[in-house]
């Protein structure tokens, strides 16, 4: 049996609605510029992870998290008012590395070019 499209469809248009909604709508400023990534959902469609991409300093980005991860009340009152489903999920933000992962593989590949050219 192939498993159901309907977590990874409503995963979609949750990252479409709080990115949003962060953008639009935050009045905290102690959240800097986010980009909301993804978002990945349990299979019973309770618990959401929501994941971002924070600019700035490593304490502005801990500081944006923690600012973040308080405001999931907030975050569930206006997805529950923007999209259609029984029960709107439990909201967890989470910092989304792929780009440091990505930005260090490729200094340590042109690292190795180099070496090579000597």
């Keep these: 049996m192939q498993p159901s499209r309907r977590p990874q469809r409503l995963?979609?248009?949750?990252?479409?609605?709080i990115s949003l909604m962060l953008s639009r709508n935050m009045k905290d400023?102690?959240?800097g510029f986010v980009t909301?990534?993804?978002?990945t959902l349990?299979?019973?469609l309770k618990h959401a992870r929501v994941f971002v991409s924070l600019m700035?300093?490593?304490?502005?980005?801990?500081?944006?998290l923690k600012t973040l991860n308080r405001a999931t009340g907030w975050v569930r009152h206006e997805l529950g008012q923007r999209i259609r489903t029984r029960f709107v999920p439990e909201i967890a933000f989470a910092i989304d590395g792929s780009q440091e992962y990505g930005?260090?593989?490729d200094r340590l590949l042109e690292e190795i070019h180099g070496k090579d050219n000597e």
């Design 29 to 31: 400023r102690r959240v």
């Design 56 to 64: 700035g300093s490593e304490e502005e980005k801990s500081e944006s």
């Design 11 to 17: 995963g979609l248009q949750i990252q479409h609605e």
């Design 36 to 39: 909301v990534t993804g978002v």
């Design 103 to 105: 930005e260090r593989i």
């Design 42 to 44: 349990t299979p019973d």
